[in-house]
């Protein structure tokens, strides 16, 4: 799929490219909420601001609606997210599968085989056909950019949202792209068509049956949407045995999709290779012709055994994940040992030491934790820079489910086991985060009188995905002021009574007040502010020093493990001050004054 003009190529990333497309497609209007490892995409939309319209919403739900309404006012629209934020947008994503679109409309979804940076590995194939809305994968950054492009035209022409899967390794990984030129497209006018647009059940019913006779057009049309490729080879190949006792040699063909694909290509080249770039649905007729011409198939896909079932679903014999993993991402390694019975030559064990993740020097997070800690406190975890809590040494955050799930959690706990069970117990959530769905959470604990704490730790950034703004940064995506909204207000609108906004390293004050909140028959708040230390304005507090002869060599400063401190074999403390930032946490630790801080 490359583009034949002679334009000058750039090495782009997959996110990016993905970007570029949607620009180059007449976008113009995009909403999204950011997560690894579909970030940059919004990031890279803001080149274009002039052309078009681009946002950060408070979560994937909110960003999908923007998105439908701007479809359904006549123009092309694009929502972007991770896959898990997929089960945050099911909602409206299901519903406008019925009611189809307006202007384009293409969801943007990362999915992470591997689990680099989420909570599951679930794949988006299996939500998209329960949605019934078709999938396109791309399998570089030109492909990235040019199905991108190709997504608003199906999603017209067939009156769908379309959405585009991409996995990590894509989204990442950079390769040539040959941009093109934008094409305004012209707005549709909007009509008023209430049994299209309504999904009240009159309606719903007569939509469903619009939607069954879409996913057979699209299933009729799905060898001629010119997104699959297919390469034959004739010559045999020595692979390894069904029984695994020995080789044989034979035909091979291999259907896969996606960055999959350039594992394939690589470790089989005279392999036959169907590359379906629509996953969902399937081209039957497409794969029934490529099975015929090899001596044996096998199916080559991350994560779930979606092609495969529906391939076998059709009588046509082939090898899937007996072999492959539905675990993890894959690799050249793996199609070598599992297809060709060989040892790759680079497949050797690393001897490189593990390194846990750990909170940057200075965070605030670790001083609120240390306090946490120290009270011997439980925590009812959320998604976020702060789920590293649960490690040690920190030890203080006890559950992780999903965004803004930390206060539902402990409010559960609360009404399950009752006040005093709990009474070690809080809940910690980001400012990012409680924006996201932590706020709807609250009100639940509060119209359902119940009794806990919630600490929403603010450093004022969506810290985890790289920094971005949200409503209470004051910055939208484009770059504009925009109003800030002020947590503490917005918990006390909510009925909480107890709302305390509280420094990081005032570690005194916060300690107090987790005493007398915890122990409180109601709902309170704590809110622990001090900005991510790794914003591009974040200006460092200082200097920390240890006074090596004042200093006992007790370790008490370096329990909270700041990477900034290093102790050697004689116990002696020493902090680097390249990494240092001020902060204090380490030199309120010592008891012996052992520790100065120069400003």
């Known amino acids: 799929m490359k ?7 750039e090495l782009m990333l997959g996110n990016a490219a993905i970007a570029r497309g949607a620009y180059e497609a007449g976008l113009k209007v995009a ?4 997560g690894t490892p579909s970030t940059e995409v919004s990031e890279n939309l803001t080149r274009y601001r002039d052309e078009l ?7 994937e739900k909110v960003a ?7 479809s359904i006012s006549g123009v092309r629209a694009m929502s972007v997210m991770k896959h898990v934020g997929v089960n945050v947008a099911a909602d409206p994503l299901f519903t406008i599968a019925y009611s189809g679109v307006g202007g384009g409309l293409v969801l943007i979804v990362a999915d992470d085989p591997g689990i680099y940076s989420s909570q599951n590995e679930q794949d988006t194939r299996l939500v998209a056909r329960a949605a019934m809305v078709p999938v396109i994968e791309p399998s570089d950054s030109e492909e990235a950019r040019v199905f991108t492009k190709r997504a608003f035209e199906l999603s017209e022409e067939y009156d769908t949202p379309v959405i585009l899967r991409t996995t990590t390794r894509l989204s990442h990984s950079q390769s040539l792209v040959y941009p093109e030129e934008r094409i305004e497209q012209e707005i549709k006018p909007y009509q008023r068509n209430i049994a299209k647009n309504v999904m009240i059940p009159i309606n719903a019913r007569g939509r469903h049956l619009a939607v069954e006779a879409r996913m057979k057009r699209l299933a009729d049309d799905a060898e001629t949407v010119g997104l699959h490729q297919v390469t034959y080879s004739d010559r045999p190949m020595r692979v390894k045995s069904v029984d695994g006792s020995g080789h044989e040699e034979l035909k091979v063909g291999v259907i896969t999709s996606g960055i999959a694909y350039q594992y394939v290509r690589e470790a089989l080249p005279d392999a036959s290779i169907l590359k379906l770039g629509m996953v969902y649905p399937l081209p039957r007729r497409q794969i029934e012709a490529f099975a015929t011409r090899v001596d044996r198939l096998y199916i080559f896909e991350e994560l779930e055994p979606f092609i495969e079932e529906q391939v076998r ?8 994940k007996e072999i492959f993993s539905i675990q993890g991402e894959y690799s050249i390694q793996i199609i070598i040992r599992e297809i060709l019975g060989e040892q790759y030559e680079y497949d050797q064990p690393l001897s490189v030491p593990a390194r846990p993740p750990i909170l940057c020097p200075g965070c605030p997070h670790r001083s609120a934790f240390a306090v946490m800690k120290k009270l011997k406190l439980h925590a009812a975890g959320d998604i976020g820079c702060y789920t590293l809590g649960a490690l040690s040494p920190l030890d203080v955050i006890d559950t992780c489910v999903c965004m803004g799930s930390s206060i ?22 980001g400012d990012s985060t409680f924006l996201h769905t932590g706020v709807n959470s609250l009100m639940n604990m509060v119209y359902n009188q119940a009794t806990g704490t919630v600490v929403i730790l603010d450093n004022a950034t969506t810290g985890m995905t790289g920094h971005q703004h949200h409503p209470g940064t004051g910055v939208n995506l484009m770059g504009e002021k925009a109003p800030i909204t002020d947590i503490a207000a917005l918990c006390r609108s909510l009925g909480v009574e107890h709302v305390h906004v509280i420094d990081a390293f005032d570690t005194d004050l916060l300690e107090k007040r987790l005493k007398e909140e915890v122990a409180r028959q109601a709902v309170s708040v704590i809110i622990v502010t001090s900005p991510c230390v790794l914003l591009k304005d974040f200006v460092p507090k200082g200097k920390c020093a240890v006074i090596a002869d004042k200093c006992r060599k007790c370790g008490l400063c370096i329990v909270t493990t700041c990477p900034a401190m290093r102790k050697y074999e004689d116990g002696l403390v020493e902090i680097d001050p390249l990494v240092c930032t001020g902060c204090g946490h380490c030199q309120k630790s010592c008891k012996f004054d052992a520790i100065r801080k120069d400003t």
């Open 3 to 9: 583009n034949e003009m002679p334009t000058p190529a």
């Open 31 to 34: 909403s999204a909420y950011p």
């Open 53 to 59: 319209y681009c946002e950060w919403a408070p979560n």
């Open 64 to 70: 999908l609606e923007v998105a439908i309404g701007a």
């Open 313 to 320: 679903s059709w009588g046509i014999p082939c090898i899937g």
């Open 408 to 429: 539902s959690t402990l409010h559960g706990m609360e009404k399950g086991r009752g006040r005093d069970y709990m009474k070690d117990w809080v809940a910690v959530i």
